[in-house]
C-alpha cells in the first residue's frame, strides 16, 4: 500500500459515512475521530489507526491542518492529526465538543405540527368619516400628544433648527431664507403644501403668492375660518431654484421637520394640497383624481388631497373640484360654509 493512501483512504472512508448519515441512510454510531496515526514500518508500508479525540489537546489546532511528529528511527512514526471539517462549515469545533454532522438537522425529524386555531379577525380600525383609502396610521406618534400652551415654545426651537439647516446644500446657498410656518399651533386642520416659492422665500411665510392668497380666499370665504385659525407648512422649508420640484433626496432631507411640526401641532385633519405633498406624505403616486374625495390617514389624522392653489390658477375649472374636497372635510369638521 503506498504510504501517502493510507489516511486519506480512512479520511474518504469516514467522508462516506457522513454522506450516508445525511442522506439518512446510516445511523452512526457518535464516535469523534480526529487523530490518525500512521505507522511506517519498514517492508509492510503504512499501517494506520483511528484513535478517538483525546480530552485535551496542546499545540496549534488548525482546521484542516495538519501537524507531523515524528518519532526516533527505525521506528519512524507520523502522526497526522486532521480535524474533520465539512467544506461548508464554518468552523471548527472547539476540543472537547461533539463534532457536529453536516445536515443533521435536515434529517431531524420535524415536530408534529398542531391544528392552527382558527385566525381572529383583526380589530376594525376607528372610525373613520368614509372609507380609508391609503392608511399610514401604522407610523405611531412617538411622543404623547403636546399640551398647546408648549408648542409655540418647541416650534420656535425647531423653527431655528431649521433656519441653520444645510442638508440641501444647493438650496442653502440659494435661498433668502426657510419659510418654516404660518398659523396657530393649535389649529384643527393643518395643510401641507409643497415647497416656497419666491414671495414665500422673500417673505418667510408660507402661501404668501397669487396661490397663498387663493388658499386664504378657501379657508376664509368657502370654510368660514380666518387663516390664523389654520396651520400650514410645507414639505420643503427652502426654495427650489427656478421653483422646479423638490428633488427626492430633498424631500428626505426634509421630511423629518415636517414630521415634528406634525407632531407638536397634532391636528385633527390634514389636507394635502398637489401630488407633491401628496406622494411625499402618503408615499404613493396613485394619480391625485383616484385620491380625491377619499379619506386617508396618516398617523392616525384623518386626511384629505385636493389640487394645489397653484393649479388651480392654472386650471379655473378645477376649483369646482376643490370646493367638493373642502366641503368634504368641512363636513367631517362640523363647520357650515358662510352664508354670504
Ligand atoms: S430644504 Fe429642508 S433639509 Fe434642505 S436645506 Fe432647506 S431646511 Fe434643510
Known amino acids: ?9 480512512l479520511a474518504q472512508l469516514l467522508a462516506h459515512l457522513e454522506s450516508l448519515k445525511r442522506a439518512g441512510l446510516a445511523d452512526l454510531p457518535r464516535v469523534t475521530i480526529t487523530e490518525v496515526a500512521v505507522e511506517v514500518v519498514p517492508g509492510h508500508g503504512v499501517q494506520g489507526l483511528a484513535r478517538e479525540r483525546p480530552e ?12 507531523m511528529r515524528q518519532s526516533n528511527p527505525p521506528d519512524i512514526r507520523e502522526i497526522a492529526t486532521r480535524e474533520i471539517a465539512t467544506p461548508n462549515e ?11 454532522l453536516p445536515g443533521m438537522a435536515d434529517i431531524k425529524p420535524k415536530p408534529a405540527v398542531p391544528n392552527r386555531p382558527k385566525a381572529t379577525p383583526a380589530p376594525k380600525v376607528a372610525a373613520m368619516p368614509v372609507a380609508s383609502f391609503f392608511d399610514q396610521s401604522r407610523v405611531p406618534f412617538e411622543n404623547p400628544v403636546v399640551p398647546p400652551d408648549r408648542r409655540p415654545e418647541l416650534l420656535r ?6 433656519a441653520a ?16 410656518q404660518s398659523g396657530t399651533p393649535s389649529a384643527r386642520l393643518m395643510f401641507i403644501g409643497e415647497a416656497p416659492g419666491a414671495d414665500e422665500d422673500r417673505l418667510g411665510e408660507p402661501f404668501v403668492g397669487r396661490a397663498g392668497q387663493l388658499l386664504t380666499d378657501i379657508v376664509s370665504k368657502g370654510m368660514g375660518l380666518d387663516r390664523s385659525e389654520i396651520y400650514i407648512a410645507n414639505i420643503l422649508k427652502c426654495r427650489p431654484p427656478e421653483n422646479r420640484n423638490p428633488l427626492p433626496d430633498e424631500m428626505a432631507n426634509c421630511r423629518g421637520f415636517l414630521d415634528r411640526q406634525i407632531e407638536i401641532v397634532r391636528p385633527e385633519f390634514l ?4 401630488k407633491v405633498a401628496v406622494g411625499a406624505i402618503l ?8 385620491l380625491r374625495q ?3 390617514r396618516y398617523r392616525e389624522i384623518p386626511t384629505i388631497v385636493t389640487w394645489h392653489p397653484a393649479y388651480l390658477l392654472r386650471n379655473p375649472p378645477a376649483k369646482k373640484e376643490t370646493w367638493e374636497d373642502i366641503k368634504m372635510l368641512m363636513a367631517e369638521m362640523g363647520l357650515k360654509p358662510p352664508k354670504s
Open 283 to 290: 408615499q404613493t403616486s396613485v394619480p391625485m383624481k383616484t
Open 56 to 67: 485535551s489537546v496542546s499545540g496549534d489546532r488548525t482546521a484542516g491542518a495538519v501537524a
Open 165 to 180: 439647516c444645510t442638508r440641501c446644500p444647493h438650496l442653502a446657498a440659494t435661498r433668502t431664507q426657510t419659510v418654516f
Open 1 to 9: 500500500m503506498p504510504e501517502s493512501n493510507s489516511s486519506d483512504d
Open 271 to 274: 389636507c394635502l394640497l398637489g
Open 157 to 162: 426651537v425647531l423653527a431655528e433648527e431649521v
Open 90 to 100: 464554518p468552523s471548527a469545533p472547539e476540543i472537547g465538543q461533539e463534532a457536529a
Open 294 to 296: 377619499r379619506w386617508h
